[in-house]
């Protein structure tokens, strides 16, 4: 036990570091998990880059700068830049969703780490009031 908590009873030691303690590591480890999903899914990146051509690929024209240039671009910069667009937006949307379900099974969570020792204190008086009944 850390020296934080050497002069107090057990219960009053669980309860500070159930309430104190554990809390603010539970939401440490949280946002750890939320920053590994912004990273891994590249939020930031993939919304800068959302129209740019997929990995880059593009074609090179040498020539004048008038219609047949932009022309040229248009049709086989077109298809890569919605390829990408696509799988960025995928991407995102998948990001989102385990991003979003990692928030509301941690809320649950987190109730239930708030609620556990009340429940058991709880089930404690209530099987005890079941014996001297």
Same mark, same amino acid.
């Given at each position: 036990m850390s020296k934080d908590y050497e002069d107090? #009873?057990?219960f009053t030691a669980y309860v500070k570091w159930h309430y104190g303690r554990g809390i603010r590591e539970f939401f440490g480890v949280v946002g750890n998990l939320l920053w590994f999903i912004g990273n891994f899914f590249s *939020?930031?990146?993939f #919304?800068?880059?959302l129209f740019a051509p997929w990995k880059r690929f593009g074609e090179a024209y040498e020539g004048s700068l008038g219609f047949k240039r932009h022309a040229f671009k248009a049709v086989t910069e077109t298809p890569l830049r919605i390829a990408g667009f696509i799988v960025r937006v995928s991407a995102l949307i998948i990001g989102a969703t *385990?991003? /979003?379900f990692v928030i509301g /099974? #941690? /809320?649950f969570v987190f109730l239930i780490w708030a609620l556990a020792p009340l429940v058991l204190v709880g089930s404690l008086v209530l099987s005890a009031t079941f014996f001297f009944v």
């Open positions: 107090e #009873s057990i *939020f930031k990146l #919304s800068q880059t *385990f991003y /979003f /099974f #941690s /809320f």
